[in-house]
């Protein structure tokens, strides 16, 4: 009997926390199900000449079975996702874990499922977004303007930048990262690992720590392909993502103190926001948060208390 193809594929690089992860997905799978199926990592489609958009494509025409990609990608047809657009709404890491391991999880769970050609499968942690520039020190929303900042491909975080002056320009990770050394984008925001790992450092001399967003990507498998296999291989697919899941989310959460200590402190100045100046920034965005907070199923905000 031919084995089971399971290729999943991501955008990043080796040593990155979702590539660990998916390593860790495959690992699992093997150990469960041994020559019953074939485990094929595409870890980077970027080096492949695609797009990090291409990817939810890629799974739903069965090229890949599974892939991760950030939740920003699904927000028309889940507009729940929405709530993890917005800025300055996530506190901590304890919030939004025990958040999507009740009731909030369930929701993005089901809303997938109904809405979409996928199974989510897990919700890894992209991390606290920060901002980095080449222009100057970055301690204040006055300090934002006119500053071109390449963005996700996301409404909402155009809205946010754009209230805090910044002039966003969406791009696919691909075009950044191929970007990133000219004047296209003079700013953007990411978490540290991505800030480090795509050598953003190299061209931005200023990183702020202002951590406002946290992302999340999302672990989906085509629905189709899933309801097709076995129960077996299914059972060992559920396992295999709560694994790796668990083990992104500790690996991300862990990497941020790493992350600091590796940039140069001649080459890099780090700039830490005091509760005043965080305050201001918090304050320049609220007018668009309370837009969708009336907009929005006001349970939303409740299960991130």
Known sequence: MKP????????????SVHTRAAVRFGQVLEQKLGDQIRFELVGDVLALGRKSGDLPRMVESGELSLCYISTVRFTSAV?????LELPFVVPDRATISRALAGELGDL???RMRDATPFRLLGLWDNGFRHLSNKVRPIRTPEDCRGIRIRTQMSELHGEAFRALGFEPIPADVKEFVEE????????QDNPLTNIFNFGVHHHHRYI?????????SALICNAAHYDSWPPAVQSAVEAAA???????RQLAAAEDAEILTQFDPDQTDIVSLNDAERAAFVQAVEPMRAKYRREMNSRLFELLR
Request: charged content about 20%; cysteine-free.
């Open 4 to 15: 089971i193809v399971i290729k999943l594929g991501g955008y990043q690089k080796p040593a």
């Open 79 to 83: 507009p729940e996702f929405k709530l």
């Open 108 to 110: 993005y769970r089901n």
């Open 180 to 187: 990133i050394g000219t004047d296209r984008f003079q700013g």
């Open 208 to 216: 702020t720590l202002s951590g406002h967003f946290f992302g999340m």
């Open 242 to 248: 709560v694994e790796a899941t668990a083990l992104q």
